[in-house]
């Protein structure tokens, strides 16, 4: 598991460079006679100008963590500092309003006023704050044109598509220059194919004005491509963090992996020299028990991508020395991501999804040889991660 804990200096830094950060933050709830930890004593820093995005499951905290930084949830511990001000610190009792914080949020379902016009329910924000008119009318048309959404200035909402709704809620939060934009699974009401138009947008949005943000979400392929900074949560606790492509590669768990998309999964054992399944031993493994017992229970998983299945009596021509090797019976074949076919192979009582490694016409029920890279693999002894790109 990942430190992530804020040293003295990273605080003060956060303070002088007007970046955010939560300091041994806590929020307890008693739920039906049970005491539940929704954040348990967490430290995150975000920098000027950077995008992180929190990822994990339901339940996991990272909608409290939203709730608490912008006031709409008092924290049972710790501190959160933003952007030029503290807003709570429990060793103080400063707890600042909602209001007072220079934040601003986007909600999952959008939010807007029904009965104001587009521009309208974009000036909202700054006619609150008692903005001159004519600085609200400046503002409110720099953020429609910055989302290319000038046309859509004197419509009312329900004259909306969903995607246009969001994109006007994301102008709303941003026209006030809020010092931290906090984002609750603002996608996950559109479909698809939509997603991935407003994924993209946000990004270029963010390439254009450069604002700092804060954005929550289930969605791991969302989360990769979005943040600056990926934090994956678990029971209230940061379980990884860092730039997405290391999240990506090297899961620090078996939650990780998990969480992270990683659907080959093998329960392992080490053996004389090798490690063991329940299927028999795995071939070329022999560099990954250096140092290990004989009986020592690992995991191991692997990503689809990496794993590749070929006939038993071909098997030799597919094999190399940096490779492992198992046997499987094939038990599907489905058509993949981008039209390609995907082979679905039981191994050891477990299902790993694998790709071809030569042209022979295979069958469900055959035997087939599986092979994977030795660097790809993931493995894990209990919550350690086995560093595996070391042993070749």
Known sequence: MTTTELTRDEKLDAQATNSAFVAGLGKTFVSKGRT?????NLDLLIARGEYVVVLGPSGCGKSTLLRCIAGLEKPTAGRISLPGQVVFDQATGVDVAPRRRNVSMVFQNYALWPHMTVEKNVAYPLRMRKVPKSNRTRRTSE?????ECEVLAKRLP????????QRIALARALVSEP???LLDEPLSNLDALLRVTLRAELLRLHRKLGFTALHITHDQEEALEMGDRVVLMREGRIEQMGPPEEVYARPVSPYAANFLGVRNRLDVTVGA?????????ISGTSPLVDGWKVGDGMQLFVRNRDV????????EEHHDAHSIRLEGTLAQIVLGDGGRRQYIVDVGGEQWFAQR???TELSVGDKVSVTAPRTSLLLYHGEE???TELVD
């Open 357 to 359: 490694a030569d042209s």
């Open 308 to 315: 590749h299945i070929s006939d038993v009596d071909t098997a």
């Open 158 to 165: 329900a004259e909306l598509s969903g995607g246009q709704q």
């Open 143 to 147: 953020l429609l044109k910055a989302l």
């Open 385 to 387: 991660r086995v560093l």
């Open 179 to 181: 010092g931290i934009l």
């Open 36 to 40: 539940v930890r929704a954040l348990n």
């Open 273 to 281: 020299g090798r490690l063991d399944y329940r299927g028999g031993p």
